[in-house]
Every structure is written in C-alpha cells, then in structure tokens.
C-alpha cells in the first residue's frame, strides 16, 4: 500500500477484512484518508468458527453465524475494534481537483477541436465536388 498504490499506478483488488485494520492505521500516522475501500463488495465478510466434522452444534453456529452478518453486528464490533476505523470506510463521491488552466494543459482539447475542424471542412469539399455533379439545372438532385 505504501510503494505502488500511494505512487497512484495500481490498486489492491483484495477481501477488505485485511484492510480494516490497515487504513485506521494509517490515518492515524498520517492524519488524512490517503486510502480508500471501494463502496460495492464482491464478497461478503468472513466470519468462521471451527467445529468437529457433523458436529450437532454446526446448523446453530451458521446460523448464529449468518445473523452476526446479516444484522450488522459484526460490522459494528469490527468499528469499535480499532480507533478511528470509519474515517476513512467510505470515498468522497466528489473529488475536485484544482488546476491552474493554461494552454499547456488544454492542448488536448484543441487539437481535438483542429481535428474536427479538418474534418468537417474535408467533409464539406467532398460534398460540393462530388454533389455538384448530381444536381439538375432546377436545384433538385436527378434521378
């Protein structure tokens, strides 16, 4: 996390239980929510208890288990676990970026706007050569 993804050229595609614990920690050292978890999950969080094999208190455990998840609780003990463990859960949904505007940093733009320029100029000749030819002497195109 602090080499490639704060150098800003990748991102850690991973199960966000190992970066709970992580982002905390570094809000903490560095006083600014440089990471972010994204907002959709692909997986739910794990939540395991070992039990023998056919163990009679297995269907409880899952269950207790599913419920633990499914109600919030154990995302609500996960919070509390660690300091400042929401500063950082959620990204900005707006990011403003504040640049000074000059030509230098617009550039893209025009030559985008010369491209079309060129060719719809390029369009028009083509039009006036080649349907020139296909007007009558009435202005109406001959059949």
């Known amino acids: 996390m602090q080499t490639a993804v704060r150098a800003a050229t990748h991102v850690i595609f991973d199960l966000n239980i190992n970066y709970v614990n992580l982002l905390p920690k570094s ?24 039990t023998q094999k056919n163990s009679l208190f297995l269907p ?28 950082c859960k959620n990204p900005p949904r707006i990011i403003t970026v504040t640049t000074i505007l000059s030509l230098t940093s617009l550039w893209g ?5 010369g491209y079309g320029f060129t060719v719809a100029v390029v369009v028009l000749v083509m039009e006036m050569v080649c349907g020139g030819a296909r007007w009558g002497q009435k202005g109406q195109v001959a059949t």
């Not at 560095?30 to 994204?38: Q, R, V």
């Not at 409880?60 to 500063?87: A, C, P, Q």
């Not at 733009?109 to 706007?113: A, E, R």
């Open 27 to 50: 809000f903490s050292l560095t006083g600014s929510c440089d990471f972010y978890l994204s907002q959709s999950v692909y997986a739910t969080n794990p939540l395991a208890m070992v």
């Open 60 to 87: 409880r455990i899952n269950k207790l288990s599913y419920t633990l998840v499914e109600s919030g609780l154990y995302d609500k003990w996960v919070k509390y676990s660690e300091h400042n463990s929401s500063m």
């Open 109 to 113: 733009m025009f030559s985008m706007l």
